[in-house]
């Protein structure tokens, strides 16, 4: 059994929880969205110093939900890449301290890795080898998990990510931040099939269409002409229907991929993470075709698709049971592959 602290700083949230192997022992998160609102989008800075205000206070309350004392942990972890530089520093340096005041082993985590291992928090049987499809504000990635630590991204977007698409959207039609719930919400009592938008296929040199990589730089430009047209003709802008449209046919998108990369490397199991997979209109798309594929497909709890701690947990507990620890000496990456993670680790 083994019992992990983590902590989680990389963008917008403070997050800290403990995790003992797939079970949340206690999950705070603390969100920073109602003060980045009124910019329309992170600031690095302001999510950096409110990190510094709360991150003390969410880890007494980690350990005070979980009933739990410095002795029945394990080890203790902290996102360390890929994110904004000085949130991740808070964090890391909080774990590290901690780590080393209650001499425990102290791990950094990979941030996708944790929205990868957030379908262990629900699903006890899953097990490599699986199709990981990763959604987030940042990042839109198919991945083959063959093992834990060993990662193949098989399909990535070549502008957007899938999340950030949403919050341009919501943006452009003037909705607010974060734009996936708004859109989610609103797209509910909307017509989906009201406007045909562009799906974003990637194209090869040698003719023909990447079977996974997915662009959606297009779909938000095709979502801003559709506005200006309306407002060009004086007309009132339809925005359920258009949110309806669009979150269709990112929806649809990524499910086409992620099946074609599932049947193509043989994998009989898909486990979706990240903001996105939050999504209705995704859940639904990918259950319906996955099940005619005779295909599994896993999404976590809502509460564990966003960034929280425990996935960070959960990661970093699979990492503690094969033996793996970080040095005091790792720092932060604003960006890391998911290929480059052995780096993070020492072999004990
Ligand atoms: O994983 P996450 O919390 O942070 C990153 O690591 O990026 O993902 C945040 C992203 C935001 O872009 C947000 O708009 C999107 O996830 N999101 C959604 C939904 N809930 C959150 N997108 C579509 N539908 C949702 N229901
Ligand atoms: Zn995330």
Redesign the pocket.
Known sequence: MTTVLAIET??D?TAVAIVNNRKVCSSIVTSQISVHGQYGGVVPEVASRQHLEVVNQAIAQALEQANLGWQDIDGVAATCAPGLVGALLVGLMAGKTLAMLHNKPFLGVH?LEG?IYANYLSEPSLEPPFLSLLV????TSLIHVQDCGVYETLGTTRDD????A??KVARLLKLGY????I??KLAQEGNPQAFRLPEGKVSLPQGGYHPYDASFSGLKTAVLRLVQKFEAENQPVPVADIAASFQETVAKALTKRAIACALHHNLSAIAVG???A???ALRSHLQAAASQQHIRVFFPPLKY???NAAMIACAAAEHLKMGDTSSFSLGVHSRLSLSQIRELYTLS
């Open positions: 990389s963008c949230e941030h929205h987030s504000g940042g990042h990510a899938a999340g950030e949403f919050d974060p734009g996936g719930p859109i989610d990240g903001g996105v939050a999504n209705s698709c966003t960034d």
